[in-house]
């Protein structure tokens, strides 16, 4: 009888008590930006899933396979090493491309996993583009060092996304405004 009620009384100690520890949770970044130039002028450069070199200055060099069509892959080639990075959908009707971290690679970003989505969207001279992701830390451990956290993935994503939104509208407005040069406007 001692034995049950001692086992009795841990068991209830065990699930009293809330866990000290625990694995990682997803995190999201989501970056904005409005560029000076139409959803299509936007979508034209920002669509091509092999050309995200072209416009984000962290992107050193990109090699890619399958163009834009799913199950499309890239390594993109960053200060500190390669991702791979594989595409799910790209949609040409909503501007929209979704793609996921196929090969990671935590010294190049600090995560484990993530699936992004950049879709442009807008009317006339005017468009938004809406950077987007769900991701894990770089180490999925229940104590990562600080490097590898999930404040760390999350500063990291949304340094990597700015940067980037930034340079696609340097890139595009440049384009647009060396248009308009050429035509005498």
Request: charged share 20%; net charge negative; hydrophobic share 45%.
């Amino acid at each position: 009888m001692r034995v049950h009620l001692a086992l009795a009384v841990a068991a209830l100690a065990l699930f009293a008590c809330p866990a000290t520890a625990h694995g990682p949770t997803p995190q999201k970044a989501e970056v904005r930006t409005t560029i000076a130039a139409s959803p299509d002028a936007v979508w034209k450069l920002a669509g091509d899933f092999a050309g995200i070199g072209a416009w984000h200055p962290l992107v050193k060099a990109v090699k890619a396979t399958g163009g834009n069509a799913p199950g499309a892959e890239r390594v993109l080639v960053l200060e500190k090493g390669e991702i791979t990075d594989g595409l799910d959908t790209y949609d040409t009707a909503t501007r929209s491309l979704s793609w996921r971290l196929n090969a990671e690679n935590v010294e190049a970003l600090p995560v484990s996993f993530y699936t992004t989505t950049l879709t442009v969207s807008g009317a006339g001279a005017g468009s938004e583009v809406v950077w987007d992701a769900r991701f894990y830390r770089g180490d999925t451990s229940n104590f990562p060092p600080d490097e590898l956290n999930d404040e760390a993935a999350v500063a990291a994503m949304t340094a990597f996304f700015e940067t980037g939104l930034k340079g696609l509208k340097a890139k595009v407005e440049a384009l647009k405004g060396l248009k308009a040069k050429v035509e005498g406007k």
